[in-house]
């Protein structure tokens, strides 16, 4: 299973945009990337997920390099309602049984007015 | 639509008592999880299930039990609790992954236990 690296905490000041890293380096060719965050007391939030290419929603940007070794996840205006701990995970598949998710210790991103 | 619905949102347990977490899901939803998050922590698979009448184990499943009888329940079982279980537990479903879809993990809001 590929595991991933993140910075364990990060600020950016309001209205900014928001790049928060990730390595996988040992990420498999059919493995996604996938970003949840989960703000304080709630229930994990998925946010956007991507194999190889970048892709764009209403929340966020996810730009993957070419190699697949590491991803950026780009908040482009960041509010204080973003502050929450961020989550980098490659999908785990086990036994034919769907998409259990790993999840590791994330990035407490902090949000300044 | 209430998605993953979890209950009791808080409960203290004594050392030695059972109790069961309920989860229930309103999205025809074949696969759900449970997890675990200790204060300062990522998540921690204790149990999933791919459909009615199948479950397996996860990372962390030792003292926990679990059925799925319907595919809306999930129910959550702690046997003889233990202050090593005081954490945060959080269902979750899921569709089956396929091709580009990716599927999303829905999350319910928690339940926060604590054994004294």
């Known amino acids: 299973d590929a595991k991933t690296t993140q910075p364990p905490s990060m600020d950016c000041a309001e209205g900014r945009a928001a790049n928060l890293p990730c390595n996988h380096s040992?990420?498999?060719?059919?493995?996604?990337v996938y970003w949840y965050r989960q703000i304080h007391s709630q229930g994990p939030q998925y946010i956007i997920h991507?194999?190889?290419n970048n892709e764009t929603n209403e929340m966020a940007s996810l730009i993957i390099t070419e190699d697949r070794k590491s991803s950026t996840l780009i908040l482009p205006h960041a509010t204080l309602r973003d502050t929450a701990v961020y989550y980098c995970?490659?999908?785990?598949?086990?036994?034919?049984?769907?998409?259990?998710?790993?999840f590791g210790g994330g990035t407490r991103l902090m949000v300044k007015p | 639509n209430a998605g993953v619905t979890q209950t009791p949102k808080f409960r203290i347990l004594k050392i030695g008592q059972s109790m069961t977490l309920q989860c229930t899901q309103d999205?025809?939803?074949?696969?759900m999880y449970w997890y675990r998050q200790d204060p300062g922590m990522g998540l921690k698979l204790i149990y999933y299930?791919?459909?009615?009448?199948?479950?397996d184990k996860g990372e962390v499943p030792n003292g926990y039990n679990v059925s799925r009888s319907t595919t809306e329940d999930f129910p959550l079982r702690l046997e003889l609790a233990a202050p090593s279980q005081t954490s945060v537990y959080f269902c979750?479903?899921?569709?089956?992954?396929?091709?580009?879809?990716?599927?999303?993990?829905?999350f319910g809001e928690g339940s926060w236990l604590t054994v004294v």
């Open positions: 979750a479903s899921s569709y089956p992954m396929g091709g580009r879809s990716g599927n999303t993990i829905y």
């Open positions: 040992t990420i498999s060719g059919n493995e996604y």
């Open positions: 991507g194999l190889k």
């Open positions: 995970i490659v999908r785990v598949v086990a036994n034919n049984a769907g998409n259990m998710l790993t």
């Open positions: 999205m025809n939803h074949n696969y």
């Open positions: 299930s791919v459909g009615a009448g199948i479950t």
